[in-house]
């Protein structure tokens, strides 16, 4: 149903271009994440709240929701019905 959020994703590094699968938490948005292929500490990009939001390829579990408080954060943003 829309309650069941996607927690699987594939990360890309801007830097490298290295992908990885990953989990998701559903508890806190990851504002830091470390790239496995080039040691490169990630950050979201301006006006995205995790960094799933900028380099992956779902949007995390808080923006599928509809929870996420950024006014600027567009990127996958589910309209609240
Ligand atoms: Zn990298």
């Known amino acids: ?10 990360i890309t590094c801007p830097v490298c271009g ?3 699968a990953e989990t998701m938490p559903t508890d806190a948005c990851q ?9 490169t500490v990630l ?5 995205d709240c995790c960094v799933y939001c900028s380099y ?3 949007p995390c ?3 599928q929701g509809a929870k996420c408080k950024s006014v600027t954060c567009v990127k996958g943003h589910y309209e609240p019905d």
């Open 1 to 10: 149903m829309s309650d069941q959020n996607i927690l699987e994703t594939v």
């Open 18 to 20: 290295h992908t990885k």
């Open 31 to 39: 504002y830091f994440y470390d790239c496995t292929g080039c040691g």
């Open 43 to 47: 950050k979201p990009k301006q006006g």
């Open 56 to 58: 992956a390829t779902v």
């Open 61 to 63: 579990p808080s923006m």
